[in-house]
């Protein structure tokens, strides 16, 4: 069975660092790609970026390029969304999506969802 | 302001059909695939079409979706209280270089 399974909530401080996590099963972790998708209180879905596990390309939306990093660790099947100084406006859900390796294949499996609060 | 234009809201009776309708342009719809996903209160988005009109394994064919030039369509027949959803469609934009997302559509079933 195919999961991709997400880290637990995070409260956080604007100004603190933060790396949360997306790791998948029961599929080869490297034949697809990972993008990280985040949901602000109330609104729609926002595509950020992806990752290719096989080796790491990545490439970012305009509206969050610069803003966060994502990476993985192919050894443990993670993808990984991090951010080096956190806003109050980063408060929101992440989701991570499994989709084929290539651009504008559908989201077939999404993780549970990481819910992000930053406030001080 | 999302890059697709969905109607903020649908709704009708149970058992009665309807359409919600995702927009977009030559960079985006035009020329990829569309997919549409539900998102139930709570829970994560879930793919119900893909490449325009196929449906997952285990979506059932009450579930439609089509696509005509930088338009696509999403049709729901046979309407249960279950599908009380979000819906959205989603595509790639060559211009962008990104995924794109409309802002979703609230679906009630009176």
């Known amino acids: 069975e195919v999961q991709l399974v997400q880290s637990g909530a995070e409260v956080k401080k604007p100004g603190e660092s933060l790396r949360i996590s997306c790791k998948g099963s029961g599929y080869s972790f490297t034949n697809y790609w990972i993008s990280w998708v985040r949901q602000m209180p109330g609104k729609g879905l926002e595509w950020m970026g992806r990752i290719d596990p096989s080796d790491s390309y990545t490439n970012y939306s305009p509206s969050f390029q610069g803003h966060v990093t994502i990476s993985t660790d192919k050894s443990i099947s993670t993808a990984y969304l991090q951010w080096s100084s956190l806003k109050a406006s980063d408060t929101a859900m992440y989701y991570c999506?499994?989709?084929?390796?290539?651009?504008?294949?559908?989201?077939?499996?999404w993780g549970q969802g990481t819910l992000v609060t930053v406030s001080s | 302001q999302s890059v697709l234009t969905q109607p903020p809201s649908v709704s009708a009776a149970p058992g009665q059909k309807v359409t919600i309708s995702c927009s977009g342009s030559?960079?985006?719809?035009?020329?990829?695939?569309v997919s549409w996903y539900q998102q139930l209160p709570g829970t994560a988005p879930k793919l119900l079409i893909y490449e325009n009109n196929k449906r997952p394994s285990g979506i059932p064919d009450r579930f439609s979706g089509s696509k005509s030039g930088t338009s696509a369509t999403l049709g729901i027949t046979g309407l249960q209280t279950g599908d009380e959803a979000d819906y959205y469609c989603?595509?790639?934009?060559?211009?962008?270089?990104?995924?794109?997302f409309g802002g979703g559509t609230k679906l009630t079933v009176l």
């Open positions: 030559s960079s985006n719809i035009g020329n990829n695939y």
């Open positions: 999506a499994r989709h084929e390796d290539r651009v504008g294949t559908p989201f077939d499996y």
């Open positions: 989603g595509t790639w934009d060559r211009v962008l270089s990104a995924g794109v």
